[in-house]
T-cell receptor, first 116, second 116 residues
Framework: EPEVTQTPSHQVTQMGQEVILRCVPI?????FYWYRQILGQKVEFLVS????????KSEIFDDQFSVERPDGSNFTLKIRSTKLEDSAMYFC??????????????FGPGTRLTVL | GIQVEQSPPDLILQEGANSTLRCNFS?????LQWFHQNPWGQLINLFY???GTKQNGRLSATTVATERYSLLYISSSQTTDSGVYFC??????????????????FGQGTILTVHP
């Protein structure tokens, strides 16, 4: 069964460093998402991506964040200069297309980012 | 504003008991998903259920979209059912106007503890 994959599973970095979190969405999906979950809190939307551009972003997704789909399979989230408060679990998700039957989102296993 | 509220926030059961978790939402939806977050932090997709009723083993879910709520039923609970259960909703329309690009808004979760 197709699944969303994410690498690495755990990333430890120093404050101020750049990190890139990688995701491989399900191959025929068209919409891609990043969410994050700070420890003990609910999951929060960061950004959605469709047709090679950002379609929606939250207030959290400031200039320190960027997303890219560098090829036909990968979807990346870059944090340019990490802060302590960026420590969280980051989830990638994808969904199929415009028809209502394709609204279900499929989530990857997450990348736990720890900023020291 | 857009809201997703889950109840109860905490639930403690003895093994074998049944339980009902509730999710209330504030607007029309085209997506509603129930997740179980396992001890490793992964979001396990239980149901995609924007309307109607579904069953999968000991778990079932019902969404009454017109009344803006969804219920997750767990029967004959087991210790492995312990964890956090999240309801996540995709609203049909963007609060600023127009069609939503499908971002999910998560509830705060219900922490379920099942004792042997």
């Amino acid at each position: 069964e197709p699944e969303v994959t994410q690498t690495p599973s755990h990333q430890v970095t120093q404050m101020g460093q750049e990190v890139i979190l990688r995701c491989v969405p399900i191959s025929n999906h068209l919409y891609f998402y990043w969410y994050r979950q700070i420890l003990g809190q609910k999951v929060e939307f960061l950004v959605s991506f469709y047709n090679n551009e950002i379609s929606e972003k939250s207030e959290i997704f400031d200039d320190q964040f960027s997303v890219e789909r560098p090829d036909g399979s990968n979807f990346t989230l870059k944090i340019r200069s990490t802060k302590l408060e960026d420590s969280a679990m980051y989830f990638c998700a994808s969904r199929g297309g415009l028809a209502s039957s394709y609204n279900e989102q499929f989530f990857g296993p997450g990348t736990r980012l720890t900023v020291l | 504003g857009i809201q997703v509220e889950q109840s109860p926030p905490d639930l403690i059961l003895q093994e074998g008991a049944n339980s009902t978790l509730r999710c209330n939402f504030s607007d029309s939806v085209n997506n509603l998903q129930w997740f179980h977050q396992n001890p490793w932090g992964q979001l396990i997709n239980l149901f995609y259920i924007p309307s109607g009723t579904k069953q999968n083993g000991r778990l079932s879910a019902t969404t009454v979209a017109t009344e803006r709520y969804s219920l997750l039923y767990i029967s004959s609970s087991q210790t492995t059912d312990s964890g956090v259960y999240f309801c996540a909703v995709g609203f049909r329309f963007h609060p600023a106007g127009g069609t939503s690009y499908g971002k999910l808004t998560f509830g705060q979760g219900t922490i379920l503890t099942v004792h042997p």
